[in-house]
């Protein structure tokens, strides 16, 4: 190229056609995934998958739900399942309240729904010692 501009250069351009033959591509039918499925090709964690039951269950109806501390709230002491108790302590603002002496098998149906009241409005666990 010289510095006057005198020379132009010359744009090239070329085109390649490239043929080659393609097999024609064949589906696989089921049978040829059935023997494809053998032992070897199987999942290695198949057992762990998520399984979905087949089962039919009727339609959700509507109940009328009455929350057991609700319940507890009628009552004029509703800590009165505690009454039996030889040892309630306050432990700390953080840990709850220890319970002593109260046999939680021994509790009428009032009672489960004061203890029931005890933890919602507590949101602090209730420790039960014998």
Do not use: W
Not at 36 to 41: A, I, K
Not at 76 to 100: M, S
Not at 102 to 112: A, Y
Request: aromatic residues 6%; negative net charge; glycine residues 4%.
């Amino acid at each position: 190229m010289q510095r006057d501009g005198s020379r132009k250069l010359a744009k090239m351009s070329a085109v390649e056609t490239i043929t080659c033959n393609i097999s024609p591509l064949a589906l696989r039918s089921d049978q040829t995934k059935d023997s494809e499925s053998s032992e070897s090709n199987r999942y290695r964690y198949e057992s762990l998958l998520p399984y979905f039951a087949l089962d039919n269950y009727p339609p959700l109806t509507q109940f009328e739900h009455v929350d057991p501390g609700f319940r507890a709230l009628a009552h004029p002491n509703p800590r009165a399942f505690l009454n039996n108790a030889t040892r309630v302590t306050d432990l700390t603002p953080n840990l709850g309240t220890e319970v002593q002496g109260l046999d939680l098998t021994q509790l009428d149906s009032t009672g489960k729904d004061q203890l029931a009241l005890a933890v919602i409005i507590s949101n602090k666990p209730l420790l039960f010692g014998s």
